[in-house]
Every structure is written in C-alpha cells, then in structure tokens.
C-alpha cells in the first residue's frame, strides 16, 4: 500500500483555498502553471495537417484582457504565467518547497 507524502500544486493566477492536512508536504511550480493538453497537434498551424513540428520552433501567447493573465501554447499544451506569490501567503498553504521553472520546454 503506497502512501502519499507530497503533493505538487501550480500557483493559480489567484489565491487557492489550500487546506493540506499534516504531515502532507506541498511543492509548488513556478512561474507557469498547466491548463491543458491536446492529442492534437493544430494550434500553431490552425489545420489538419499532421504535425510538422513547429512547436520546436515556435509559441503562441495569449494575453487575457479580463483576467489580466497569459498564455502560452507550448507543443499541443496551454500554460498560463503568474507572479510569485507571498511568503505569507506560501506559509499559509504549507508550501515548503517551490520548483522554479524560468522557461517553458514541452516540445
């Protein structure tokens, strides 16, 4: 019987209501988080050709007016960016180790 010890969380483009029962640890990724991944590979090229590719050379990034976040299609995944959050904040969900990621690499 295996038994969980950690879980791994995105930072949402706001405040989750985090409440992780000790001895739970949390880690937590930065600066993208996930939203979704397609089988299909046709956001970048917008056709129904088979993939060629271009997600080794290209992304795509959507700027949310309303929610004020962006996105970014990486390959035939959709991540969103955020600010780092708060030490109080951080403390306050149990987060005690954060997994820094500057660039997205999915392709």
Not at 8 to 37: C, F, H, Q
Not at 85 to 101: A, F, H, N, T
Request: positive net charge; contains cysteine; hydrophobic residues 35%.
């Amino acid at each position: 019987m295996a038994i969980v010890m950690r879980i791994e969380i995105d930072n949402l483009a706001w405040e989750m209501n985090v409440k992780v029962r000790k001895p739970l640890k949390v880690t937590l990724y930065l600066p993208y988080g996930y939203v979704s991944t397609s089988r299909k590979c046709s956001k970048l090229t917008l056709t129904d050709r088979p993939c060629q590719k271009e997600c080794q050379r290209y992304f795509l990034k959507v700027k949310d007016k309303i929610s004020h976040v962006d996105f970014y299609g990486m390959g035939n995944s959709i991540f969103f960016k955020t600010q780092i959050p708060s030490e109080v904040y951080l403390r306050k969900i149990g987060v005690d180790r954060i997994v820094y990621q500057p660039k997205l690499t999915f392709c």
